[in-house]
């Protein structure tokens, strides 16, 4: 398979806890991107890499957040001490500089 | 998101034509995207196309944009049952990578 790769698919946890999220973007692919989507909704953009270089975080992104691409390749999202309000499917997407993005199957994080 | 619209519903049946429409505000949108997201799965990646076009089409798949009216939709030929799914429209700038979603269209198709 090579297309995008998230894991897990699924995530529940305690509130208070912190989680990480993975993503392994298509190869040769030097964008990745990460979107968070609730329920009726569509995606809405988080955070950006371009290489190793994280180059915009949205406002929705906030101190309790963090992502990371340290080689450029695969990405991880963090949250920290997570809130009812985090429950939503954490979506990640890479692209070919100015191509269009594509989307792996996500990581639905249940907060109890 | 706030910037881009789409009507929420769509029922159509098996064999007829289903069109989904979407509005968008932001006039420097360079590139406008039709993503098919499944049950618990993510968003495929069906057809864009550049603004600078009116129309594209992908076997089944036929998009208009009407760049004045900021209008887009996307017309399904021959509907299926594996059409059923949410449907979403998303426009992307050339300064601005990333994509900016309406809310999705259910289309659901009935025998």
């Known amino acids: 398979d090579t297309g995008v790769s998230q894991n897990p698919r699924h995530k529940i946890t305690k509130r208070g806890q912190n989680v990480t999220f993975r993503c392994d973007p298509i190869s040769e692919h030097n964008r990745l991107y990460w979107y968070r989507q609730t329920l009726g909704q569509g995606p809405e953009f988080l955070t950006y890499f371009q290489n190793e270089a994280q180059l915009e975080k949205s406002r929705l992104l906030s101190d309790r957040f963090s992502a990371e691409r340290p080689k450029g390749s695969f990405s991880t999202l963090e949250i920290q001490r997570t809130e009812q309000g985090d429950s939503a499917m954490y979506l990640c997407?890479?692209?070919?500089?100015?191509?269009?993005?594509?989307f792996g199957d996500g990581t639905r994080l249940s907060i109890l | 998101g706030e910037d881009v619209e789409q009507s929420l519903f769509l029922s159509v049946r098996e064999g007829d034509s289903s069109v989904i429409n979407c509005t968008y505000t932001?006039?420097?949108?360079?590139?406008l995207y039709w993503y098919k997201q499944e049950p618990g799965a993510g968003l495929q990646l069906l057809t864009y196309i550049f603004s600078n076009m009116d129309m594209k089409q992908d076997q089944r798949l036929t998009v208009l944009l009407n760049k004045k009216d900021k209008h887009l939709s996307l017309r399904i030929a021959d509907t299926q049952t594996g059409d059923s799914a949410i449907y979403f429209c998303?426009?992307?700038?050339?300064?601005?990578?990333?994509?900016?979603f309406g809310a999705g269209t259910t289309v659901t198709v009935r025998a």
């Open positions: 932001d006039s420097s949108s360079t590139y």
């Open positions: 997407a890479s692209s070919l500089s100015e191509q269009p993005q594509h």
């Open positions: 998303a426009e992307s700038t050339q300064d601005d990578y990333k994509l900016s």
